[in-house]
């Protein structure tokens, strides 16, 4: 497992290595993952998050993406390169609230975070989040794979 300050610096970087999940220990899933940073201030971050019931793709944006006219949306793309997600950011401004103390792993304290519902666990998977500026071309982009199994190591 990758320190929190190896992680920081990773992301400075550009370069993402994460392991572990968002969320309290008392949730649904355990998760590894790795991915690659976008080199983006505006496309910040991948990582699994875990619920209640189900394991979510967490996106953070920054403030200026949702507030830009520059930037239209978030597309999420699969290992085969299958759209399965487009978050569209001017209908979205301001309707996540991001709580820096739950979710500190961000390192920021403002933004939007946005999530891509995966499945229970266990659920596996790649993805390749873009942000789509106003012409349609992506002008960032950043990768995850990770691994989600179930708390208490059983399968379905």
């Known amino acids: 497992m990758r320190s929190r300050r190896r992680f920081l610096g990773g992301l400075a970087a550009g370069s993402v290595g994460l392991a572990g999940c968002l969320g309290s220990d008392d949730l649904i899933a355990r998760c ?59 209908d979205n401004r301001e309707m996540s609230s991001l709580n820096t103390d739950q979710f500190s792993i961000y390192g920021a304290d403002d933004g939007e ?29 950043a990768t995850m794979r990770f691994n989600c199994y179930a708390e208490d190591g059983s399968l379905p």
């Open 32 to 90: 590894s993952s790795r991915g690659r940073g976008s080199g983006s201030q505006h496309l910040r971050q991948l990582v699994p998050i875990r619920g209640d019931t189900q394991v979510a793709l967490g996106i953070a944006v920054s403030p200026e993406a949702t507030e830009s006219d520059n930037y239209r949306f978030v597309e999420i793309r699969d290992r085969d390169d299958r759209l399965v997600g487009s978050i569209p950011l001017d």
């Open 113 to 141: 975070v946005y999530a891509l519902p995966l499945g229970r666990p266990p659920v596996h998977g790649a993805y390749t989040a873009s942000l789509i500026n106003e012409s349609g071309e992506s002008v960032a982009t």
